[in-house]
């Protein structure tokens, strides 16, 4: 008994220091990848032509930029490296990942339809594609029911049809008419 | 002097053009809390209705968009934790936290007082303090410039969340996207990657809607199933306590005046306004508090310090423009604009040709914070009929007006595809725990930093000379004092966690 709870006491303790690893590993991902791309955008401005009519040409600036950036992502992936070191053994990297988009599984899915969004809409127009994009959007976040469609069908159509409406009219904005509309 | 005054109130006080002006105030509030619409962007729509008024009718409707625009980006920045525009992000520091805390209406009052407070003592500077202020913002060399960009980064340090590393990774990430496309001096592509859409660079204000509009909006609906209880993004019960907030707000006349000249400063100098005063005045309220770690979580003095100073950049900004004919910001740039349209040439004759126009527009000015006083305070709970609104509706139609604001600024779909890019980038760096604010100060300073650098070096290839212009110098060592000041707080606090960790080692 008592060894059972002493066992998940010091698991308990283990948890939070398991997390802040995990953590830290995720960060010194994003570390990895900053630091190699600066490396990278530093060496192509490198490759740009210098000015003659200057002592900075246009490749000066980014380059000096994004060599500071890949300095400061080396030192910040070396204290992640020690501070993963000091947190203990790095657990549960696959459980981890997987609480952690579960936890924004909606988030990605309003990402995801964003993209479709802005990929139909050249070709759909603004009114339609914007109709479909709120409905699915707001059905996808306050769930299917029978007030929950006729609110986001009537809302759908104002934001849709009455922002274009309103832009066009009153503001003189046009916002993409889409290929089906065109003619 | 006089006359001119009288001349310039009489026409400001007609009946259609106080109309005028308080439809502009409304148009100002309403869209500047709208993300991604921008006070700029309210002024260019505004600028073809006026072309059929009088210069100081026009002008005066102008002005009040502008001042309800400083304003109306607090509501979003308090309300939805996304600065409606460039100027009230440090608004979102600690008007978003107060919100969340459960007090909304206390919040959009102090930020509403604030500003109005704000607006009034830059135009009392602006009437009497214009000339010679002019004469010092227009003294300023590249060296200046580019000295004053490294000590707005560098306040960066000091504002960052939780990590000084991060914060300026962000920083330097934001000066690195600045560099994307046509170099500001002589136009040459630059990491482009002969792609069409990163050909013209990356827009400011795209990044801004992605960075801070998209990245929150995907934040909104995380852990959804847990958060239902939540609703509505903001309780049911706002309380303004307009009398007893206003009564807070003068007691705290030190942040309050030193915001407000803080934002007339940055205001005149040209090119610097409402998008750097906010962050500069927050840090010096921060720096100078007896509290600095209750900045952050609430606190209303960093409510007051970056609304004053946001909306004092108003005043500060027409101090070139009047005097001089530089204008301080875009949107002076408009007015300048307007009046042009008009036949009337703008500069330092202006006073003496124009002598009841200049003044009308200081008292154009005053009637537009009044106004924009009373909108707020009469129909406040009018605009915040938005957040009784439940998160499935807000969310997506937030997202749908950030799509157009993004799309209106250029009419390119291009602009669309990369404002979704950077939404994902900064929703991985939110969920990091990198702070955003760094990274969108880098792409308003970028190009500006660049420029004056390469301008100085262009007139003396000396780099010895940043160090030998008297003001340049002091901005230099205030860089470097503001560095070492984030260093010592960070290894303070690193040493007050020790023993605890140190006990928990020895346990």
Known sequence: ?183 | MLDAFLAGAHQVFAFDTLIYMLIGSVAGIVAAAIPGFTVTMAIILTLPLTFTMDPLQGVSVMLSVYVGGYTGGLISAALLGIPGTPSSVATTFDAFPMARGGEPGRALSLGVWASFFGTVISTIILIVAAPPLALIAVKLGPWEYFSLIVFALTIVASLVGNSLMRGLIAGVIGLGLATIGPDPMMGRPRLTFESDILMPGLPFLIVLIGIFAISQLMGEVEDHGKNDNKGALIPDVIEFKTWAVMREVLMHPVNLVRSSLIGVFIGALPGAGGSIANLLAYDQAKRSSKTPEKFGKGNPDGVIASEAGNSATAGGGLIPMIALGIPGSAVDAILMAALMVHGISVGPRLIMDHADLAYGMFVAMIVASLMMLVVCVLSMRLFLRVTDIPKQFIVPTVMICCVIGAFALNNRVSDLYLLGAIGLVGYGLKSLDYPLAPLVLGVILGPIAETNLRRALMSDGDWTVFFTRPISAVLLAAALLSVIFSVRSVLKMRRKDRPATDEQDGD
């Open chain 1, 1 to 183: 008994m008592t060894n059972g709870s002493e066992k998940s006491a010091a698991a308990g303790a283990l948890a939070p220091a398991a997390s802040r690893a995990r953590t830290e590993f995720a960060r010194l991902i994003s570390y990895v990848v900053f630091g190699l791309g600066s490396v990278y955008l530093s060496m192509r401005a490198g490759e740009l032509p210098t000015s003659r009519w200057e002592p900075l040409g246009a490749g000066s600036f980014p380059q000096l930029v994004f060599a500071v950036l890949a300095g400061l992502c080396l030192i910040a992936a070396i204290r992640a490296v020690i501070d993963i070191r000091k947190a203990g053994q790095l657990v549960g990297l696959a459980e981890g990942l997987c609480s952690w988009i579960k936890v924004r599984r909606i988030s990605f899915a309003l990402f995801g339809l964003l993209v479709v969004y802005l990929g139909v809409l050249p070709v759909a127009g603004f009114s339609l594609a914007t109709f479909i994009f709120l409905l699915i959007t707001q059905l996808m976040i306050a769930g299917i029911s029978k007030k929950t469609i006729i609110q986001s069908v009537i809302a759908a159509l104002i934001f849709s049809v009455g922002l274009n409406l309103l832009f066009a009219e009153v503001f003189n904005v046009f916002l993409p008419r889409g290929v089906l509309f065109a003619g």
